[in-house]
């Protein structure tokens, strides 16, 4: 089955700072790669995916490239804002009911 | 509002209670996943239905908990005999075919 790894956190950035945060995967084939964002006291939300390899997922400023060379889905902004704090999740999905969560890393942005 | 909705969306209870949590799906969505999340960690699947059909459990659904989509439409999920250990927040998710999953906001489970 698949398993998804990120970056620990907290991690902590001032506004308009660079971001990263680190996902890895194993799978079984290919899986669809995702970044999901939960605000505090919400369910998950899309933020972005990517179906095969070397695409690139982007929304609000994000962007993850799905390198299966390196199995990864690393998230990157190049300018973080306040309103950005949230704890984020990568995600693997083979489409066999068996979508795999990262642990989430929670990011706060101080003005 | 078209998105998945829960109900409700906080529940405290006293261990032993049971408890029922409903799910309504995005409408064409065919599949309805349920996942339970801990603090400090991603979601956990727990069950997962092809229009009415539970076609998969995971070995984290004791024979506590039991889910229904008696109409292919909206889901329930009902825990009994409470314990403190199933205090957590649970998800709702749908999916078109092989398509994106999309959640619900959750529903927060507190188990005193």
């Known amino acids: 089955g698949n398993s998804v790894t990120q970056m620990e956190g907290p991690v902590t950035l001032s506004e308009e700072a660079f971001l990263t945060i680190n996902c890895t995967y194993t799978a079984t084939g290919y899986p669809s790669l995702f970044w999901y964002v939960q605000y505090p006291g919400e369910g998950l939300q899309l933020l972005l995916k990517a179906t095969k390899a070397d695409d690139k997922g982007s929304n609000k400023g994000f962007e993850a490239t799905y390198r299966k060379e390196t199995t990864s889905f690393h998230l990157e902004k190049g300018s973080v804002q306040v309103s950005d704090s949230a704890v984020y999740f990568c995600?693997?999905?083979?489409?066999?009911?068996?979508?795999?969560f990262g642990a989430g890393t929670r990011l706060t942005v101080k003005p | 509002d078209t998105g998945v909705s829960q109900d409700p969306r906080h529940k405290i209870t006293k261990r032993g209670q049971n408890v029922t949590f409903r799910c309504d799906p995005i409408s064409e969505h065919n599949r309805l996943y349920w996942y339970r999340q801990t603090l400090g960690q991603g979601p956990e699947f727990l069950t997962y239905f092809q229009n009415e059909a539970q076609l998969e459990k995971s070995r984290l659904l004791s024979d506590r908990f039991s889910a229904e989509r008696p109409k292919g439409s909206f889901s329930t999920l009902e825990i009994q005999r409470t314990e403190q250990g199933d205090s957590a927040m649970y998800l709702c998710?749908?999916?078109?075919?092989?398509?994106?999953?999309?959640f619900g906001p959750g529903t927060r489970l507190t188990v005193l």
């Open positions: 995600a693997a999905d083979n489409h066999n009911n068996d979508m795999r």
């Open positions: 998710a749908s999916r078109l075919g092989p398509d994106t999953q999309y």
